[in-house]
């Protein structure tokens, strides 16, 4: 037996065909909230594969629970199961697909395993994470340029250390330019005198306290990334633990060859976006030698001190598949 699932809050909208009944497939109605025990019910009447056309995000729920009751399910993109142009039902529309998908005829969305979806969904909420900060970045840049403090002219970088000393500085209610300069890196490239002119503003109060809004936005923004790259490199262990290979069996694998412990592989890591190449040197064998590294990724910097190299492998490849 297949069913067409067709989900639109609060409603589920089933069509149910089984080969050998000669009536027409039926409709079945279910409440959204209540998936389990519509996967309790497909499993109780039968039901092996469901197609489902993604909608939203009212999909992810009901795909979830019944995969985990062990149905086949088929997530499908409505742009290919398109129906004649005409009057349109729920029910037209999960009886046409039921057809579709009892004649073969869908072909499945990719979906990540049960072991990478973790992964890919902690990924996304950080990619979101750092836009958001980004706005607030903006947001200082805005209330710099009002209070005509040139900053962002004089550093490459807002948020960079000098920036933020400066910013910092600034919130915390110092007006002095020879101060505020002080606060410059060894780094910059920008001279005392030039900083130090840059900062001669006019520090209204209700600029700086603009600045100061954005400023603690941004360092929550901050706190939660970091929150998040430890779920990330949790779940990079957890992925590292059960491959063939990982560090549970490496112990037991003896000795590499020469050939082994020279062998390199470079990747773009998915977080800070640059090349990475890993590899066994012959000097110490556990750890590899990472080159063009950002030093902004706080999860290559955590996996740098791993004993196998083999979960930076399992980024790469999820970092490929996004």
Excluded at 35 to 55: D, K
Excluded at 226 to 235: G, N
């Amino acid at each position: 037996m297949s069913v067409r699932l067709f989900t639109r809050w609060p409603c589920l909208r089933l069509s149910i065909h089984d080969p050998y009944a000669r009536s027409a497939p039926s409709p079945v109605s279910f409440t959204s909230w209540l998936a389990g025990s519509l996967a309790r019910w497909l499993a109780a009447v039968g039901i092996t594969t469901v197609a489902m056309e993604s909608t939203g995000v009212y999909w992810i729920p009901v795909f979830e629970i019944l995969e985990s009751y062990g149905l086949e399910v088929l997530l499908v993109n409505a742009r290919g199961v398109k129906n004649v142009p005409g009057r349109k039902t729920d029910v037209s529309d999960a009886q046409w697909i039921q057809k579709l998908h009892e004649h073969g005829l869908l072909r499945g969305s990719f979906r990540p395993s049960e072991e990478i979806s973790p992964l890919r969904a902690y990924l996304r909420v950080r990619e979101r994470l750092v836009e958001s900060a980004a706005s607030h970045i903006q947001h200082m840049h805005k209330a710099l340029m009002q209070m005509n403090v040139q900053l962002q002219h004089v550093v490459s970088d807002v948020a960079g250390v000098t920036g933020m000393r400066i910013i910092r500085a600034i919130v915390a209610g110092e007006r002095d330019p020879d101060v505020l300069s002080a606060f410059r890196d060894a780094r910059c490239k920008s001279s005392i005198d030039t900083i130090r002119a840059a900062l001669c503003g006019n520090y209204r109060p209700e600029h700086v306290f603009a600045l100061q809004q954005a400023l603690e936005l941004y360092d929550v923004y901050q706190t939660k990334m970091a929150e998040c790259d430890e779920e990330i490199v949790r779940v990079l262990r957890h992925l590292n633990e059960r491959r063939p290979g990982g560090s549970g069996e490496s112990a037991s694998q003896g000795p590499r060859s020469e050939s082994q412990a020279k062998e390199r592989t470079e990747f773009r890591c998915p977080i800070c976006l640059v090349h990475v190449a890993r590899g066994r040197s012959d000097s110490d064998p556990r750890r590899g030698s990472v080159s063009s590294a950002s030093p902004g990724c706080r999860v290559r910097q955590r996996y740098e001190s791993l004993e196998d190299s083999q979960a930076l492998h399992l980024l790469a490849d999820t970092g490929a598949q996004e």
